[in-house]
């Protein structure tokens, strides 16, 4: 449970005064005689009058649409079953193409082999290149797009392109095996597909033509593949369009004969199309069984988009923007949906770590990034290995760090205001792939308090439910949403009824949507998850979070990471917590002791293991999260049915039948 700790962070006057979130008060205010005092209030505005505030948000944000009709939230009392601005026509690529000057629009970087930048004007034409290609391809609205891609440029028009087509666009980085591909875009039946010729990770290229060949064999819905060379236009690991049936990216581009690209003032219609037309699938992890396809709509995943930006994160036009994200994860969605803010994006591909953790560092002062996004294990990481880039880099022009995959510990804070930088927002966000967007994330004009995400989302009734479904507030409980919002998903991919949709989210408290993590509201209204409810211990009845046993373990200065499960035990359940330790270290009965110890001073002698066994490695996806399911599954010697989700998968085995278990 969270102190009454004074604020690590509070906003200047003047930031204050400048922020987006600001203006949009005072728009409010104006718009319909509200008086708004802080970002607090606003959020009870938002959810008690949600007509209102959406309507107020797609003024504010400038969402271009042919019309947004009259309605704005039908059937709102029903979940699922809302339906948002049901008489509006927009298209979602068009809002991302606002802005067509000399600006740059995508940097890239890929590791330290391959750099390469795109303006706004380059994009755009590219775009409608890229669009016009896809048409003499026959595609159509609601055809899906495949792409097996890195975190390129070219993955960015490639999924405008679709997207202006009104077609769907999912993705999987090529760091997934064949087996991990199949099983989701297998499940959807793509027209098209992208796919790369390899990439660079850690130092080392990896060619993935034999994957593709596999891949393209094994989907016969696949009627063209285009291939995208990573060295970009000058093929410098020569061409690969010369694999049967192929398409070479820049040749579907054709400059020499597209008028579209005879210069930046060219503009073009786009197609409306309804709020509600499916624009990405996204799949769940997939660790316990076949992913889900979650379809998500065009017009509620750009104004959640544009509102978490502009409000959460106060982006601005021209400001640069960088997330740490491949494209199988959502964070790349999400990343992308910057350009609808006017942001320069920062893409960077390959290892965090090569040459070594100051990397992405390295390119944020190049750059002069203002919003870096990364992930709490990343900062556990760079915390471990002991960097300083408050010391070692000019960070001048960062004012936001964001930080997803998994509860950021209040530790981690401490080392972000101390060792990367202390005047900034350490904004720690959650949500998800289920709603391609946030449930709570960061306040700009409000304090941060470590430990602790900021805020709700605007526009979302968060709550936390106890076990009886009753609100619950200095209590951990379940993360609820209790009120439909535009992003939730327009169902699962070949799903009749919507039957499996129903039974993933509204099945714990009906009408309600049960996110599955473990979570608190605290006495600011701040909100601290404590790991995901299906992987929370229950040692004698009493629920415990798995981020309160790694917060105290990391404190350990010879464990690098670890991972808890509840192993079934003489008729109850014991922890057994595993460590991963530095080079050289022994778990020994000192250090043993010492993990104890700090576990039971810190937290609770309930949460102190029962078993410490050392590991060599720690199973994650490829996202990074650890995945303690799968790891208990092993322990119990049930099977793990979707080991192609995981990025290191061989890693499992480490658990198989330990003595230390038995």
């Known amino acids: 449970m969270a102190t009454s700790e004074p604020p690590i962070w509070t906003p200047a006057p003047e930031r204050i005064e400048a922020a987006n979130a600001t203006h949009f008060m005072r728009a409010v205010e104006r718009e319909w005689d509200t008086p708004i005092s802080d970002f607090a209030h606003l959020h009870r505005w938002s959810i008690a009058e949600p007509e209102r505030f959406w309507t107020t948000l797609w003024s504010f944000t400038g969402v271009r649409a042919t019309t947004r009709g009259e309605v704005v939230l039908r059937d709102g009392n029903q979940m699922p079953g809302a339906q948002w601005f049901p008489d509006a026509r927009l298209n979602f690529a068009e809002n991302l193409l606002r802005r067509r000057d000399e600006s740059p629009a995508l940097i890239f970087q890929g590791e330290d082999q391959v750099s390469r930048t795109l303006t706004h004007a380059e994009l755009y034409r590219d775009v409608l290149a890229m669009r016009n290609k896809l ?41 997934f095996g064949v087996r991990g591909v199949l099983d989701r875009f297998g499940q959807i039946e793509p027209a098209i597909l992208f796919i790369c010729d390899g990439y660079y990770y850690a130092g080392k290229w990896h060619d993935t033509s034999e994957r593709t060949s596999q891949i ?42 597209d008028t579209v690209l005879a210069g930046a003032s060219v503009e073009s219609s786009f197609d409306a199309f309804p709020f509600d037309q499916p624009l990405f699938i996204l799949y769940s992890s997939g660790t316990t069984g076949a992913p889900k396809c979650i379809v998500h709509g065009a017009g509620g995943t750009l104004l959640q988009h544009l509102k978490e930006h502009q409000l959460h994160v106060d982006i601005r036009p021209g400001d640069r923007m960088f997330y740490f994200t491949t494209c199988g994860w959502m964070m790349w969605n999400w990343l992308v949906s910057g350009l609808g803010s006017e942001a320069t994006l920062l893409l960077f591909d390959g290892s965090p770590f090569h040459p070594d953790g100051n ?6 002062q190049r750059e002069q990034v203002r919003v870096f996004g990364t992930s709490a294990k990343f900062i556990d990481s760079i915390a471990k290995a002991r960097l300083a880039p408050v010391r070692t880099h000019d960070l001048a022009s960062l004012d936001t760090i964001l930080s997803t995959g998994s509860p950021l510990v209040a530790e981690s804070y401490d080392y972000v205001y101390q060792h990367i930088k202390p005047d900034v927002c350490l904004s720690s966000i959650s949500g998800g792939t289920d709603i391609v967007s946030c449930f709570v994330g960061g306040n700009p004009i409000g304090p941060v308090y470590r430990g602790e995400i900021q805020t709700p989302c605007l526009g979302v009734d968060v709550a936390v439910y106890d076990e009886t479904g009753s609100p619950v507030r200095g209590r951990k409980g379940e993360l609820v949403c209790r009120a439909p919002i535009p992003s939730m998903p327009v169902g699962f991919w070949n799903d009749p009824g919507g039957v499996r949709y129903r039974a993933a989210y509204y099945e714990r408290f009906p009408g ?3 996110q599955g993590d473990f979570a608190e509201i605290t006495e600011h209204d701040g ?47 014991r922890i057994v917590l595993f460590v ?18 700090q576990i039971r001073a810190h937290a609770s002698p309930r949460h102190v293991p029962e078993v410490v066994v050392a590991v060599t490695d720690i199973p ?43």
């Open 135 to 175: 048409c003499d391809l026959g595609l159509r609205p609601g055809d899906r797009v495949a792409a097996y891609l890195p975190n390129v440029p070219e993955a960015v028009v490639a999924m405008l392109a679709t997207a202006s087509l009104g077609a769907i666009w999912s993705s999987c980085s090529p760091d």
């Open 216 to 257: 393209r064999s094994q989907i016969p819905s696949i009627r063209h593949t285009v291939t995208v060379p990573y060295h970009g236009r000058d093929h410098a690991r020569g061409p690969i369009a010369a694999t049967a049936g192929c398409i070479d990216y820049f040749e579907a581009l054709d400059p020499g004969s």
């Open 359 to 364: 990397v992405l560092f390295d390119f944020a």
């Open 512 to 514: 309600v949507w049960c």
């Open 527 to 573: 909100i601290i998850i404590y790991g995901r409810s299906d992987a929370v211990l229950n040692p004698g009845g009493v629920r415990i979070g798995t981020a309160e046993i790694y917060r105290q373990v990391e404190q350990i200065d010879e464990v690098l990471e670890s991972l808890v499960i509840g192993q079934e035990w003489k008729s109850d359940v």
């Open 580 to 597: 991963r330790l530095r080079d050289g270290v022994t778990l020994d009965a000192p250090l043993t002791n010492r993990i104890r110890a």
């Open 620 to 662: 994650r996806t490829r996202s990074g999260k650890i995945v303690e399911l799968a790891v208990r599954d092993i322990v119990h010697g049930r099977p793990v049915t979707n080991r192609e989700a995981l990025a290191n998968p061989e890693a499992l085995e480490l658990f198989s039948s330990l003595p230390e278990l038995g």
